[in-house]
């Protein structure tokens, strides 16, 4: 190469310092740390003791371990259509010409921008199953009154609801763009040979979605997976576990019981798992994914 060439390459490499410096230390130098961890059995304090595996086979035969993917797969598989469904609802609603359709936009993506922990206080005290808005509007209409996050069924799709409702304006942004997106010739195509609304959005526009939809959902379920900040508000995991999620269980073992050693091997068979099943999907979208 010559001289020019590595000046320029010298260039580039200066302009990138800025962003590689604190991707290094903040995410490349803790993943190390974090893999060589998982090989040692450390509660914080005393020195680190080598370990090899055995974190992770201990993890593996662990029921807990299979219970809090259970309700991780449970969350995502409540929270990924609630997510998705609401959000494009709103999308093909904030589409149309309506008055007050700017200020409908900003409303509903306020809450992404929210902090996790106001947004989980809020629906905590909402879903209160003596003293909520909910539960006091549900037995205005005669329904029955879930006792939400303190009965371990219901502790898990209260967090689902949250999550939802918080998430809602994000896919809503995303699809927006999406159905903008879409050539309005071949909808007026469509509704001139005839088709109906319903065929018009089932065999036009949500192919057409396609790549936005692909999107979301590997977005939403990378979030899924790890989720903490609500559940640690509303629940704490509980009641009796009930709710207690991958992420939560990692927190748990380094700060609450001192097995920072098997917390990081946790983390990493979690990183193992959305790394494999967002493979999954990348490999998928080939069959249903249509570009433009």
């Not at 939809?213 to 009930?242: A, E, R």
């Not at 068979?269 to 999907?281: G, H, N, P, R």
Request: glycine share 8%.
């Amino acid at each position: 190469m010559n001289r020019r060439g590595w000046r320029n390459r010298g260039w580039v490499l200066f302009f990138l310092l800025p962003s590689a410096i604190p991707l290094v230390l903040f995410t490349a130098v803790p993943m190390v740390s974090s893999a060589w961890v998982s090989l040692h059995r450390w509660n914080l304090i005393s020195p680190m003791e080598w370990v090899g595996l055995d974190n992770y086979t201990e993890l593996l035969r662990d029921p807990a371990t299979r219970d809090v993917f259970a309700h991780t797969l449970l969350y995502c598989a409540g929270y990924l259509p609630l997510v998705f469904a609401g959000g494009l609802g709103l999308a093909l609603l904030l589409n149309q010409r309506m008055p007050g359709r700017a200020f409908f936009r900003a409303a509903y993506f306020l809450p992404v921008v929210t902090s996790w922990v106001v947004v989980a206080l809020v629906w905590k005290w909402l879903l209160n199953p003596s003293s909520g808005l909910v539960n006091s509007l549900l037995g205005a209409l005669g329904a029955p009154q879930p006792g939400w996050w303190t009965d371990p069924a219901w502790a898990l799709p209260a967090v689902i609801l949250a999550s939802a409702w918080k998430d809602l304006g994000f896919v809503m942004v995303i699809m927006l763009a999406g159905l903008q997106a879409i050539p309005q010739d071949v909808l007026e195509a469509a509704r001139t040979d005839g088709a109906s609304a319903w065929q018009r959005f089932w065999r036009v526009t949500l192919p057409l979605l396609s790549p936005s939809t692909f999107f979301v959902v590997v977005i939403s379920l990378i979030n899924g997976f790890q989720v903490f900040d609500q559940v640690y508000v509303m629940t704490g995991g509980g009641p009796s576990g009930s709710s207690q999620v991958v992420v939560g269980q990692i927190y748990d073992l380094t700060f609450r019981y001192g097995r920072a050693g098997e917390a990081s091997a946790l983390s990493w068979i979690l990183f193992a798992v959305i790394l494999l099943i967002t493979a999954v999907q990348v490999r998928g979208q080939r069959r249903w994914v249509h570009y433009a």
